[in-house]
T-cell receptor, first 111, second 111 residues
Framework: EAGVAQSPRYKIIEKRQSVAFWCNPI?????LYWYQQILGQGPKLLIQ????????DSQLPKDRFSAERLKGVDSTLKIQPAKLEDSAVYLC?????????FGEGSWLTVV | DAKTTQPTSMDCAEGRAANLPCNHS???????VYWYRQIHSQGPQYIIH???NNETNEMASLIITEDRKSSTLILPHATLRDTAVYYC????????????FGEGTQLTVNP
């Protein structure tokens, strides 16, 4: 069974630039999550989708972060404009219920 | 999710059993104990979960005390590839599927 796919794996951008991350969940998984993980900390949930609807985006900094899940499958997470403190790993995960399964993550460095 | 407390770091000799403790003294009756691990540069990997009874799979064993206030994840024969951060999470399925991660335990397996 294929796992959660994410791209790009690594990205370096300058502050105030924009970046987008893509995620393809495990086939059949209705729930999709984006987590942010800052170095040395545990992952923190940014947004949760159920099919193509948002379940929880209370921790998403909406002034600069946006996410969508068109057709209830793939998802993109965008940051615009990026700040230095956005340097982190952005993890996509999917599930039927629990447990949830994570991708390898997209490493973002903002300089 | 109930708060969990784990040691910040632990060491283990290669080939020996690694016993990772987790305290969850305020766990509710419907909360499961989940364990994930995160090897450097990878996304978190699901290991095992349980409610009351001890559980075992190909990766590890989970021992939950009778009062459910603590648990231990056991890696029976640790290898260098088991070096990772291990996260213990108490979570009820009735509160949705999002998992809240703490800081975890950095397990270092030494040759």
């Amino acid at each position: 069974e294929a796992g959660v796919a994410q791209s790009p794996r690594y990205k370096i951008i300058e502050k105030r630039q924009s970046v987008a991350f893509w995620c393809n969940p495990i086939s059949g998984h209705a729930t999709l999550y984006w987590y942010q993980q800052i170095l040395g900390q545990g992952p923190k949930l940014l947004i949760q989708f159920q099919n193509n609807g948002v379940v929880d985006d209370s921790q998403l900094p909406k002034d600069r972060f946006s996410a969508e899940r068109l057709k209830g499958v793939d998802s993109t997470l965008k940051i615009q404009p990026a700040k230095l403190e956005d340097s982190a790993v952005y993890l996509c995960a999917s599930s039927l219920v629990v447990p949830i399964y994570f991708g390898e993550g997209s490493w973002l460095t903002v300089v | 999710d109930a708060k969990t407390t784990q040691p910040t770091s632990m060491d283990c000799a290669e080939g020996r059993a690694a016993n990772l403790p987790c305290n969850h003294s305020t766990i509710s009756g419907n909360e499961y104990v989940y364990w994930y691990r995160q090897i450097h540069s990878q996304g978190p990997q699901y290991i095992i979960h349980g409610l009351k009874n001890n559980e075992t799979n190909e990766m590890a064993s989970l021992i939950i005390t009778e009062d459910r206030k603590s648990s231990t994840l056991i890696l029976p024969h640790a290898t260098l590839r088991d070096t990772a951060v291990y996260y213990c999470i108490a979570h009820a399925e009735t509160s949705g599927s999002r998992l809240t991660f703490g800081e975890g335990t950095q397990l270092t397996v030494n040759p």
